[in-house]
T-cell receptor
Framework: DQQVKQNSPSLSVQEGRISILNCDYTNSMFDYFLWYKKYPAEGPTFLISISSIKDKNEDGRFTVFLNKSAKHLSLHIVPSQPGDSAVYFCAARNNAGNNRKLIWGLGTSLAVNP | NAGVTQTPKFQVLKTGQSMTLQCAQDMNHNSMYWYRQDPGMGLRLIYYSASEGTTDKGEVPNGYNVSRLNKREFSLRLESAAPSQTSVYFC????????????FGDGTRLSIL
């Protein structure tokens, strides 16, 4: 039972265009969300995060939007660059009780074409 | 600027053999983690150490043991390897507090025959 779902396994975008990666979650106790990027044969790298008290966080070309009522967040990359081609993971923090942990999505593979 | 270093990068074991995966971080982080990544399963937490001297089970601890040797080092041991433990293992660390953004090593690809 996936509590954090990245429903698109892959996404292909032209260089310079916007990339939108989506993530849905089921648990209303999640209070903090993170995006990681992963290149082949490397570990994930932290990209950007957002607290549940906010609906938007921006860092350069990367913006994360959070819609709590829909239990949905998205990562926007503008403009997309070939170096952004990687697998992107969404993760959510469950801060409830004694069972605090990060729940990870399965990832979306982004290909940015020159 | 090493960050999180994992050794070895690759290993092939036979069923029943034991081995220890090593992890060291040079960022003076308090918390360290071990994950495994399997196709279709995402990243799953095996064990974590919130601070030096403490360790706790994650989602999938069975078949593994850990040691937080000091603030820098956190090792993962497979006492009797099983084919189901074939996976890519990632070590991570975070500055303070268990659930801050984590810095990952490049992984150990482990195959058990």
């Amino acid at each position: 039972d996936q509590q954090v779902k990245q429903n698109s396994p892959s996404l292909s975008v032209q260089e310079g265009r916007i990339s939108i990666l989506n993530c849905d979650y089921t648990n209303s106790m999640f209070d903090y969300f993170l995006w990681y990027k992963k290149y082949p044969a490397e570990g994930p790298t932290f990209l950007i995060s957002i607290s549940s008290i906010k609906d938007k966080n921006e860092d350069g070309r990367f913006t994360v939007f959070l819609n709590k009522s829909a239990k949905h967040l998205s990562l926007h990359i503008v403009p997309s660059q070939p170096g952004d081609s990687a697998v992107y993971f969404c993760a959510a923090r469950n801060n409830a009780g004694n069972n605090r942990k990060l729940i990870w999505g399965l990832g979306t593979s982004l290909a940015v074409n020159p | 600027n090493a960050g999180v270093t994992q050794t070895p990068k690759f290993q092939v074991l036979k069923t029943g053999q034991s081995m220890t995966l090593q992890c060291a971080q040079d960022m003076n982080h308090n918390s360290m983690y071990w994950y495994r990544q399997d196709p279709g399963m995402g990243l799953r937490l095996i064990y974590y150490s919130a601070s030096e001297g403490t360790t706790d089970k994650g989602e999938v601890p069975n078949g593994y043991n850990v040691s937080r040797l000091n603030k820098r080092e956190f090792s993962l041991r497979l006492e009797s390897a099983a084919p189901s433990q074939t996976s890519v293992y990632f070590c991570a660390s975070s500055p303070q507090g268990v659930w801050q953004p984590q810095h990952f090593g490049d992984g150990t690809r482990l195959s058990i025959l």
